[in-house]
């Protein structure tokens, strides 16, 4: 009787869970095709105009060109910072990596507005201008944490016979980081390369706090919301959710070619071939 329950139950609570995640995104791309100016069902007549006059609306590409640079700037501070940091975290056992690991992702677990405003009073007493680049040192504080944490699971893998095997060639330490060491976690680089520009580009709090007069995308979303929500909005975040959904995609299938057993047995054949 359980099993059988089991066999139904889990399968509904799947596919209610599935209606739960994406139901609601097919509402909003639907109401972005309404040929109105006011969001509700059912929908009499569809148009693409809402998609076009986005498109051509150039306050949102300002904000979108914004939220990119915002991205990139923050992703090179991310990475830059939290890949040296899981190499030293590597390098340490027991208690000092958990220690080290526990300062590392506290910024993960501080409440976004409590960073927000600690962020904004340390630049302003530091005389740091609000704008693009206090955005992207705020997000990347926030990013550190999990680039640490995706690099480090990464290293944690990797047999040290890799390493040992290119020294035993003649290989020094640069060739062994370069054609070793970077290129077996160039899955979880570039995985974390693409967390830190999505969760650059949708942070709202940050960007509210420590911006200035050229909003980020989502800044000026909400500052459209105050006056009402019309299909326009509804477009503008259908395209950028199909813009992630491809990203996203081309992300996951390029980690799991990356990590593949036979892309890892050709990357040590190829350190054979460098130093033989």
């Known amino acids: 009787m359980m099993r059988l329950l089991g066999r139904i139950a889990l399968p509904v609570y799947f596919w209610l869970f599935v209606a739960w995640l994406f139901v609601p995104l097919f509402v909003m791309a639907a109401m972005g095709f309404r040929d109105s100016n006011f969001v509700a069902f059912p929908i009499q007549s569809w148009t693409t105009d809402w998609y076009r006059s986005v498109i051509e609306d150039r306050e949102i590409m300002a904000s979108l060109w914004v939220s990119l640079q915002v991205a990139v700037l923050s992703t090179v501070m991310g990475l830059g910072i939290g890949t040296p940091m899981a190499f030293m975290v590597a390098r340490f056992d027991g208690v000092w990596r958990a220690v080290l690991i526990a300062i590392i992702v506290m910024p993960a677990f501080i409440p976004i507005v409590v960073s927000a405003i600690a962020l904004r009073m340390f630049i302003g007493n ?7 680049l206090a955005i992207a040192f705020g997000h990347a504080v926030s990013s550190v944490p999990f680039v640490v944490v995706m690099l480090l699971t990464r290293l944690n893998s990797m047999s040290a016979n890799l390493a040992d095997a290119a020294r035993d060639l003649g290989a020094d330490e640069f060739i062994v980081f370069f054609r070793v060491v970077l290129p077996y976690l160039a899955p979880a680089l570039f995985g974390a390369l693409m967390f830190c520009m999505l969760l650059s580009f949708e942070d709202f709090t940050r960007s509210f706090f420590l911006g200035s007069f050229d909003p980020t995308f989502p800044v000026l979303l909400f500052a459209r919301l105050r006056f009402g ?17 491809v990203l996203g995609l081309y992300a996951e299938r390029f980690t799991r070619k990356r990590a593949a057993p036979g892309h890892q047995g050709r990357l040590a054949a190829r350190g054979d071939d460098t130093n033989a």
């Open 229 to 245: 929500f019309d299909p326009g909005l509804a477009a503008i975040s259908t395209l950028v959710l199909l813009v992630t959904i």
């Open 126 to 132: 530091f005389g740091i201008d609000t704008g693009i």
